[in-house]
């Protein structure tokens, strides 16, 4: 192997030359340094190479031929090799991203960038406790004198900052290590070790002071003030180092150093590394300076692997696994974003709104943000399933919590700034953000980067991985389509869509194939719809694909693992899909709060489960004992945040009504049935769990009638179509909920038939009321009118849809109703059961509303030349309304197959089927309490209506058709004309009786929670008060802390 | 108990680095703070040596009565004072950059003040 020595000849050498020859070399100084961090890159590749791939064993390097304590030694091993790679391919690219600084704006740069990582290099290499300090000096020296030769406005003070902290940490660190030579007689790190524990009182100071120096370092809360004036203060490409280069640097010194420490050690590291990653992130929510806050973001990723390193005994094997997966995540993601802050230029989270007009760039933003947020499938998405799996395992609770919140944090922040650059309507992008190709190249290295590691490193997980990638294969597809038309995207996806319906339904079983089937056919019903759209839609078509790959990934899913993976896909790709609405920002973005939040529980929830069972499978949840109705809670919340259940519903009305014409049917008919298949596969496992005494299940059956009552209540004053139709979802939602918690077979197959039912209904109003949006590009229903004269085709499917919705014969709808009916009064739900009643009594109010306000009454003036909806937009809508009537005509079509999956976890108590007089196989289904023939009742319908239609054409034959001018007006005219409307306001009596009941009390509660979690957090970062001195102090008393923390034992 | 010289140099040490440490937080000066760094480092220095000291020996210089072969009898342990040599070295350069630093800031703001280099916080 090629000693190490070289880089510290080629890097001390080629730096003096520069130096000395400066003026001289000024020519091709950038020939030079590049040259030299090429050669670092290739020694080190040339060691990773051969440790990966050859026989190359460790090996140590003395220097000048003596052996310690009178030389230095330089270990090479594995790991050695890997962190100087990374580092040396951090120094490589940032020397490229800095091209034209260092070669016409500043020359002096040049010698001092290759001092600091020929220093990093030796600190990751050498063994030997004083050469870290000499290192650790060098690399401060040469990083302060980086932000000073660039001239910043704040870059001098920020940077003499850092100057103070790290000289004072360096003189502990010094302290350290000498006592650490008196006590052993050595400073080689492997002589410490091989002499056993460091034992002693002077030895146990010595080994703390120096690994707490390390840990100071490394930035713990609160003393790390500086760092975050560095961050902010410097050029984003000397932060990108300091981030993603020294950090790295420095968490593999403490790596190094942690096998003198002791387990109290450890234990300290770990406090203080969670610590750290929980109010870093928590602090960042406040930040509006995106140096800042990525500063924040550094920080708290440094403290979750430094406590990861702390926690090495408890994860066992799978520790370089999980370190190497957050650490390469934050590695690439946080350069990448710097450099990206760096060709931005700005500091205000908006400025980035420019990358708007680099999509290309945008993307690859997105990747590096949501590979700091761990989603799959990137490498922190991995790493930390398996941190939490493992830390379960262990049960270290208190660290999951830590973790969990922390990471929550991390997304809040992250997420609403990818919200505000991609869709922020306050700023305007006018101009092509100017780029050059030596600083896209780094950035787009490390975005590569990341997906490779993300589809490698899924091979080094500790559970079985069976996952498919042929839909994600479809994502990528259309992402390198993304230039062809529409219309040619869009037939590519449904072919695509109903080919793998072709291939995959076979193989699905029971629920499975019913939600596979929702699934496939929702896709292409919507997809349908978008041959309305003109010109490219940049970037529809994947985001779509990822959702409806998620979806499908995840009813194919038969272990833990597969099926959060699903969940995460969708959840992105829906949170994508919803934030392409104009002014859907702030609702995506509490969206993915809420997907968020509820992920985190089903992750935790999941490792709870196997760490009692030690199944990867769903088996896990048949768990019993004292955690069971903890994991039970979690998961039902975690899944309940999809469903959009009360008090988690408030994302809901928003996401749903502002997303785009077809994405709002997606969104509301098919995503919410995956929280719906999640419950099933708890319920089917889990079953009726107590908390003193208290089944959980009636618990939730009350949630899901408020949830009915109170989305009805909501929906029916609304004057917006969509949010109207928005809140209608959540009280459906609520129905299917109720049947589930029933726990019954006639209670399944009633949430069963509501989840096939509410899918055709939603998509068919929300494609309807699409329709009527395309020509008069308006939701608010008072404002329009008479539309049944313009849009008489979209009049027929909103009223099919909604009777069919009101559960009134003869449509499928009161299939639903018939069997709740059943399912209550077989359960003895007596109370609850009136509660039902009364939600479907409300859905008449709201649902009357949206035929009653917009088709009927007076024509108005501006919808005078409305077209109908054009054929794209009707035809799925057909369809829909062709298997509506079928299923209406035949409900045993429906219901019978629904009726055989559930009998297999119920087999008792369910429908019975009988063959009936009808023809067309019509089937009678008898119940307990009674029978119900959909044919039959059809029929009878018809037949009613068809005679009472003739009896009021025969009595009105002779009535005069009053024309809509032919009306006398008053003479004044209203100055609030909405207020005349009848449509307007249109519950105002109701509202006055109960409105009460309607108060947004959810979200009030979560205003208040975000305001609180907001406040606290701009107290804390107070004690940054940028006084350099002041942090100082900080740095002492956090030393002081610590060190009686660890002499009292405490 | 006498005090010997080793004593005497391991408090001289010590109280050095509590004056460096005192004038470090508490001067506002950033001279006086750079200043206080130094006589910090220097009973930093002075500490390592003395705590290497052994009683009646002589500096580990091979030359006159000292050979290589009775170094470890008659001489300090080299170690700490090799220590100490490259740590003066060090600190010389820190010392250095910090003082171009409290020039850039002094030609930036025109004062020395510690307390008026805040924009950055939060």
Known sequence: ?1050 | MKLSVEHIAILSGILLMAIGLWGILGRKNILKMIISFTVFDTGLNILIVALGYLPGRTAPIVDGPVTVENLSQVAVDPVPQALVLTAIVIGFGVTALMLVYALKMHEKKKTLDINEYTDLKW
């Open chain 1, 1 to 1050: 192997m090629v000693s190490p020595y070289y880089i510290l000849t080629i890097g001390l050498g080629l730096a003096f030359l520069l130096g000395l020859l400066g003026k001289k070399l000024s020519k091709v100084n950038i020939a030079v340094i590049m040259l030299a961090m090429i050669s670092f890159a290739a020694i080190s590749a040339s060691w990773v190479w051969q440790f990966a791939f050859g026989n190359a064993e460790e090996s140590l390097f003395f220097s000048a031929g003596f052996e310690p304590p009178f030389s230095i030694a330089l270990k090479l091993g594995f790991q050695e090799a890997i962190i100087a790679f990374m580092v040396n391919i951090m120094g490589l690219f940032s020397t490229l991203f800095l091209w034209k600084k260092l070669h016409k704006e500043n020359d002096k740069l040049a010698p001092v960038l290759l001092v600091l990582f020929m220093g990093l290099n030796m600190l990751i290499l050498t063994r030997d406790l004083f050469n870290i300090f000499v290192f650790l000096e060098i690399t401060a020296i040469a990083l302060g004198g980086l932000i000073l030769l660039d001239e910043r406005k704040h870059a001098a003070s920020a940077g003499f900052k850092y100057l103070l902290a790290s000289s004072l940490i360096s003189a502990v660190y010094l302290l350290g290590a000498v006592l650490v030579y008196f006590s052993t007689g050595s400073l080689y790190i492997d002589d410490l070790i091989l002499g056993g524990p460091v034992a002693g009182p002077m030895a146990g100071i010595a080994v703390f002071l120096t690994i707490i120096a390390i840990v100071l370092e490394l930035k713990p809360f609160p003393a790390n003030g500086w760092a975050l004036d560095v961050y902010q203060g410097a050029h984003p490409a000397i932060a990108a180092i300091i981030s993603a280069g020294v950090g790295t640097a420095m968490l593999f010194v403490l790596h190094k150093l942690m096998i003198i420490s002791g387990p109290m050690m450890a234990q300290m590291i770990t406090v203080a590394g969670l610590l750290t990653f929980l109010f870093s992130n928590w602090l960042g929510i406040s930040q509006r300076d995106s140096n800042r806050l990525l500063g924040y973001s550094s920080i708290g990723q440094l403290g979750l692997i430094m406590a990861i390193i702390g926690m090495q005994d408890i994860l066992g094997d799978q520790f370089a696994f999980i370190a190497m997966g957050i650490l390469l995540s934050h590695f690439f993601a946080k350069a990448g974003l710097f450099w990206i802050s760096g060709i931005v230029g700005g500091s205000k989270l908006e400025s980035f709104a420019v990358l708007r007009s680099r999509p290309l760039l945008l993307l690859m933003f997105g990747i590096f943000l949501f590979a700091l947020s761990a989603f799959p499938p990137f490498p922190s998405f991995y790493a930390k399933w398996d941190l939490i799996f493992a830390l379960s395992d262990a049960k270290q609770y208190l660290f999951i919590t830590l973790i969990l919140f922390g990471s929550f944090f991390e997304v809040v922040y992250l997420i609403r700034w990818f919200g505000i650059v991609v869709k922020n309507t306050s700023e305007e992008v006018k101009e092509k953000l100017p780029v050059n190709i030596t600083q896209i190249i780094p950035i787009s290295v490390f975005a590569a980067a990341l997906l490779f590691f993300g589809y490698y490193g899924q091979h080094f997980m500790n559970v079985p991985i069976n996952l498919n990638y042929i839909p994600l294969i479809a994502v990528a597809a259309l992402w390198i389509l993304d230039f062809l038309p529409t219309w040619v995207k869009n037939t590519l996806l449904i072919v695509a869509t109903l080919f793998y319906g072709y291939i995959i339904l076979p193989q699905l079983h029971d629920f499975a194939f019913i939600f596979a089937i929702i699934f496939l056919l929702g896709a292409f019903l919507t997809l349908l719809f978008g041959y309305s759209y003109k010109g490219k839609r940049p970037g529809f078509y994947p985001l779509v694909a990822m959702m409806f790959a998620g979806l499908i990934l995840l009813v194919e899913a038969k272990d833990l693992f597969s099926f959060f993976f699903a969940w995460e896909i969708m959840t992105a790709g829906s949170y994508f899909l919803i934030l392409r609405g104009k002014k859907s920002q702030p609702h995506a973005f509490s969206y993915m709060l809420f997907s968020f939040g509820g992920a985190l529980l089903i992750l935790a929830g999941f490792a709870l489960a196997h760490s009692v069972t030690g199944s990867y499978t769903f088996d896990a949840l048949t768990m019993v004992g004292a955690l069971s109705p903890l994991v039970f809670i979690m998961l039902a919340i975690g899944f309940l945040t999809k469903t959009a259940a009360i008090g988690l519903h408030i994302w809901l009305p928003g996401a749903h009504s502002e997303a785009e014409s077809d994405v709002s049917p997606m969104v509301s008919g098919i995503l919410l049935k995956a929280g719906v298949y999640g419950l099933l596969i708890l319920f089917m496992r889990m079953g009726h769990q107590f908390v003193l005494g208290l089944d959980l299940m009636v618990v939730l059956s009350w949630v899901a009638v408020i949830t009915s009552i109170g989305g009805y209540l909501l929906a029916s004053v609304q004057e917006d179509m969509k949010r109207l139709l928005a809140y209608s979802s959540v009280g459906q939602l609520g129905i299917i909920l109720f049947g589930l918690t029933l726990m019954s077979n006639l209670g399944w197959l009633l949430a069963i038939a509501g989840v096939i039912t509410h899918f055709l209904n939603k998509t068919l109003l929300f494609q309807a009321v699409g329709g009527v949006y395309s020509r008069t590009h308006d939701r608010t229903m008072y404002r329009m009118g008479g539309l049944i004269h313009r849009m008489p085709i979209t009049f027929i499917f909103v009223l099919i849809g909604i009777i069919s919705m009101s559960g009134v014969p003869p449509l499928v709808g009161f299939a639903g109703k018939w069997l709740s009916f059943n399912a209550v009064l077989s359960k003895g739900y007596y109370l609850q059961g009136v509660g039902m009643v009364l939600a479907g009594a409300i859905a008449f109010l709201y649902l009357f509303r949206l035929i009653h306000v917009p088709f009927l009454g007076q024509l108005k003036d501006h919808l005078r030349k409305v077209k109908e909806a054009s054929f794209w937009i009707l035809l799925p809508q057909i369809i829909i309304l062709m298997i509506i009537m079928a299923f209406s005509a035949l409900p045993g079509v429906l219901l019978e197959p629904i009726g055989s999956a559930v009998g297999k976890i119920f087999p008792t108590g369910g429908l019975t089927w009988q063959d009936s007089f009808l023809p067309f196989g019509s089937r009678t289904a008898i119940s307990e309490y009674g029978y119900w023939n959909g044919t039959y009742v059809m029929v009878i319908t018809m037949i009613i209506f068809a005679v009472l239609l003739g009896f009021q054409m025969l009595i009105q034959r002779r009535n005069k058709k009053v024309g809509q001018f032919n009306i006398v007006y008053s003479a004044e005219r209203p100055s609030t004309p909405e207020t005349t409307h009848a449509g307007y306001h249109f519950y105002a009596h109701y509202q006055k009786a109960v409105g009460f009941l309607i108060a947004p009390l959810a979200t009030n509660f979560w205003n208040w929670v975000s305001d609180i979690v907001q406040s606290i957090a701009n107290q804390i970062r107070r004690i940054y008060n940028g006084n350099g001195q002041v942090y100082l102090i900080h740095l002492v008393i956090y030393f002081l802390i610590c060190f009686f923390i660890f002499n009292g034992g405490l």
